[in-house]
């Protein structure tokens, strides 16, 4: 096993933890779907996210996106996995694959074929995908150098 995929793995079941508990913090009075989110950042630390949403609807906010700018604006800019937890509010039904804009967020951060997208219903129930399988043949900042 590689060494990023080791660290992770070490760390799964409390980077899950930290999703759950973020999930709980959502503010998704519109969608009623409760979304949590946690990144481990290179130098060992989480950065936790949920969605807010907003009576315009535009504006929300995903909670992958909110932990990701939560990370980038205290000086962290590498990543080696985030786990995602979202359903409907409750009980956690679904495995909640990031959106299309937050793929994109985070491929301007991470290595597509080391970055670990883990998705999870529990701490025992969850499935991961590397970010390059999420985001096949993306523009990225390799395209403008
Ligand atoms: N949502 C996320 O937080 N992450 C995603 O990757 C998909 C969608 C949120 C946005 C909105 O508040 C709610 O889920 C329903 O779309």
Redesign the pocket.
Known sequence: MERQEEQVEQRRRELIRAALKARTFSY?PY?G?Q?GAALLTETGRIYTGC?V?NAAFGP?V???RTAICKAVSEGEKKFLAIV?A?SPKGEMTQF????GV?RQVLAEFCDPDRMQVIVAKSEEVFETRLLGALLPEGFTKKNLA
């Open positions: 998704s969608s779907y979304v969605n949403e929300t995903c909670a992958e995602v979202g909640s694959w990031p959106c937050c």
